[in-house]
């Protein structure tokens, strides 16, 4: 969700801003009457002044007028470079500001949603094992318990992963070493995983044979469940996930579909920003980083994201990646 930072502290930022920013002005303005005010009283006292001793003629005046009149120029080209100079410092100082203030929110409201996810799986797998201690329990349920609590250390592992990622990602500390890798079967193995996660859910998926490109298949297993999980998060249960896998001429085209909410289409331009969450997300869990991860993975891989969206009808996400030349 984009949250809106604190209201006192835009306020405050705003009026400080605004004080400050006239002050200046104004400051410059005096500067400027105040010079051209000495810059005419120099010149009335200098031709008072030859005109007394008699040393003065039209000629002179003229020469002394036209002195105080390139003075003036001088005066105004130098107090609008100045005033240019210094309003454009300032409108940067502003945006910055403003800019920090958000990203400094934004992680806040990271760090709650983290905590959160974080705190689930963990409490899911004590609760889990303390049930398998403390209870004599039959085969069958301590298995049930076993593969659930499996389950929540995936999704432990997952986040953990993400989280990561994106901080390498961020720091610029990801070390990237490519090799061939089998596209087709990296993305039929997260299908796979993605049904035994959600086996409420249908994952309905086309996906050619022999697909390969030069990659980290670390980064495109994480990609393609980071897409799946977003299209599985946000769309009712009864509906299904579609996920296809071809290529196109030299690029490879991964398309993942849902019948979910859906994205505003004025907040798309912004679902790429780390943290960021649609404005219509606020129930669902989330922390904000999986699409700006996958963005960056896409990336590191030379391949481009696109996005589509419908209010109240799903989101279609498609990805291109060049293939590999064998």
Known sequence: MRMPFSISKLVWVRIIYWLFLTYMVAAFIWWYVALVQQNELLTAT?????????????????NIEAFAARKTKQYIGEGLTFLLLFLLGAIYVYRSLLKQLKYSTLQQNFMMAVTHELKTPIAVTQLNLETIVKRDLQPEQQQHLIQNTLKETRRLDALCNNILLASQFEMGQF??????????????QCIQSFEERYSNRKCIGSIDAAIQLQG???????????LLDNANKYAAPETPIFIDLHVAGTDIELTVKDQGIG??????????????RASNTAAYDGYGIGLPLTQNIIKIHKGELTISSVLH?????????????L
Request: hydrophobic share 45%.
């Open 46 to 62: 200098k031709i008072e002044t030859l005109t007394a001793k008699g040393q003065i003629d039209q000629q002179h005046i003229a």
């Open 175 to 188: 070390e990237n070493s490519k090799q061939l890798v089998d596209l087709s079967t990296i993305a039929v």
């Open 216 to 226: 980290e298949p670390l980064l495109l297993q994480l990609m393609i469940n980071n």
């Open 263 to 276: 994205i505003p289409e004025s907040e798309l331009p912004f679902i790429f920003d780390p943290f960021y």
């Open 313 to 325: 009808k799903g989101v279609t996400i498609q990805v291109k990646l060049p293939v590999a030349i």
